[in-house]
Protein backbone atom coordinates (compact mmCIF):
# COMPACT_ATOMS: atom_id res chain seq x y z
CA UNK A 1 0.00 0.00 0.00
CA UNK A 2 0.95 3.03 -1.09
CA UNK A 3 -0.51 6.82 -0.21
CA UNK A 4 0.67 9.97 -2.69
CA UNK A 5 0.25 13.49 -1.22
CA UNK A 6 0.48 16.23 -3.98
CA UNK A 7 -0.97 19.99 -4.19
CA UNK A 8 1.34 21.60 -1.74
CA UNK A 9 3.74 25.02 -2.69
CA UNK A 10 3.57 28.40 -2.81
CA UNK A 11 1.28 31.12 -2.06
CA UNK A 12 0.72 34.53 -0.55
CA UNK A 13 -1.07 35.32 2.88
CA UNK A 14 -4.99 34.73 2.91
CA UNK A 15 -4.44 31.71 -0.24
CA UNK A 16 -6.03 28.64 -0.95
CA UNK A 17 -4.08 25.22 -1.50
CA UNK A 18 -6.07 22.04 -2.27
CA UNK A 19 -4.26 18.69 -1.20
CA UNK A 20 -4.75 15.34 -2.62
CA UNK A 21 -3.78 11.94 -0.93
CA UNK A 22 -4.83 8.80 -3.25
CA UNK A 23 -4.35 5.21 -1.54
CA UNK A 24 -3.36 2.17 -3.93
CA UNK A 25 -1.89 -1.11 -3.87
CA UNK A 26 -4.26 -3.84 -2.09
CA UNK A 27 -6.73 -2.36 -0.20
CA UNK A 28 -9.76 -3.79 0.92
CA UNK A 29 -11.30 -0.86 2.84
CA UNK A 30 -10.18 2.62 4.39
CA UNK A 31 -11.04 3.43 7.90
CA UNK A 32 -9.88 6.73 9.04
CA UNK A 33 -7.98 9.21 6.57
CA UNK A 34 -6.23 12.21 8.02
CA UNK A 35 -3.68 14.91 7.24
CA UNK A 36 -0.93 15.99 9.91
CA UNK A 37 1.75 18.76 9.37
CA UNK A 38 4.92 19.00 10.40
CA UNK A 39 6.74 22.60 11.19
CA UNK A 40 10.89 23.11 11.64
CA UNK A 41 11.19 22.34 15.29
CA UNK A 42 7.91 21.29 15.93
CA UNK A 43 6.19 18.00 16.39
CA UNK A 44 3.68 16.57 13.87
CA UNK A 45 0.48 17.34 14.67
CA UNK A 46 -2.95 17.02 13.74
CA UNK A 47 -4.67 18.80 10.92
CA UNK A 48 -8.37 17.15 10.11
CA UNK A 49 -9.16 13.51 9.61
CA UNK A 50 -12.27 11.85 8.04
CA UNK A 51 -13.63 8.34 9.58
CA UNK A 52 -15.06 6.12 7.15
CA UNK A 53 -18.43 7.44 8.27
CA UNK A 54 -17.74 10.76 7.84
CA UNK A 55 -16.97 11.85 11.10
CA UNK A 56 -14.60 14.92 11.07
CA UNK A 57 -12.32 16.15 13.28
CA UNK A 58 -10.23 19.67 12.76
CA UNK A 59 -7.19 21.19 14.99
CA UNK A 60 -8.48 24.32 16.39
CA UNK A 61 -6.12 26.53 14.49
CA UNK A 62 -7.46 25.53 10.75
CA UNK A 63 -11.27 25.37 12.27
CA UNK A 64 -13.24 27.34 9.74
CA UNK A 65 -11.13 27.43 7.15
CA UNK A 66 -9.91 24.12 5.87
CA UNK A 67 -11.94 20.90 4.69
CA UNK A 68 -11.21 17.76 4.62
CA UNK A 69 -12.97 15.07 2.63
CA UNK A 70 -12.70 12.17 1.25
CA UNK A 71 -13.90 10.37 -2.46
CA UNK A 72 -14.10 6.32 -1.43
CA UNK A 73 -14.31 5.18 -4.60
CA UNK A 74 -11.08 7.30 -5.91
CA UNK A 75 -9.71 6.06 -2.76
CA UNK A 76 -8.59 9.93 -2.34
CA UNK A 77 -8.22 12.23 0.59
CA UNK A 78 -8.87 16.08 0.35
CA UNK A 79 -7.75 19.27 2.14
CA UNK A 80 -9.06 22.39 1.19
CA UNK A 81 -7.16 24.71 2.56
CA UNK A 82 -8.59 28.94 2.35
CA UNK A 83 -7.21 31.67 4.58
CA UNK A 84 -3.41 30.62 4.70
CA UNK A 85 -1.61 31.63 6.96
CA UNK A 86 2.32 32.03 7.53
CA UNK A 87 1.59 29.98 10.67
CA UNK A 88 0.53 27.17 8.03
CA UNK A 89 4.06 26.80 6.76
CA UNK A 90 4.58 23.13 7.00
CA UNK A 91 5.49 19.97 5.11
CA UNK A 92 1.80 18.28 5.08
CA UNK A 93 1.23 14.49 5.33
CA UNK A 94 -1.55 11.95 4.80
CA UNK A 95 -2.37 8.91 6.42
CA UNK A 96 -4.87 6.19 6.86
CA UNK A 97 -6.08 3.46 8.53
CA UNK A 98 -6.16 0.82 5.78
CA UNK A 99 -6.86 -2.99 6.01
CA UNK A 100 -5.07 -4.76 3.34
CA UNK A 101 -7.37 -8.28 3.48
CA UNK A 102 -9.69 -10.26 4.81
CA UNK A 103 -8.41 -11.73 7.90
CA UNK A 104 -6.10 -8.81 8.81
CA UNK A 105 -6.07 -5.97 11.50
CA UNK A 106 -5.79 -2.88 9.81
CA UNK A 107 -2.86 -0.65 9.87
CA UNK A 108 -1.70 2.91 9.59
CA UNK A 109 0.14 3.76 6.25
CA UNK A 110 1.61 7.61 5.97
CA UNK A 111 2.27 9.50 2.57
CA UNK A 112 5.65 11.24 1.76
CA UNK A 113 4.84 14.42 2.32
CA UNK A 114 4.25 17.96 0.41
CA UNK A 115 5.23 21.38 1.52
CA UNK A 116 3.16 24.25 1.82
CA UNK A 117 4.90 27.55 1.97
CA UNK A 118 2.63 30.76 2.91
CA UNK A 119 4.64 34.45 2.52
CA UNK A 120 3.28 37.08 4.28
Known amino acids: VQLQASGGGLVQTGGSLRLSCVAS????????MGWHRQAPGNQRELVASISSDGIIRYADSVLGRFTIARDDAKKTSYLQMNGLKPEDKAVYYC???????????????WGQGTQVTVSS
Open 95 to 109: NADIRTNWGSHRRNF
Open 25 to 32: GRILRIHD
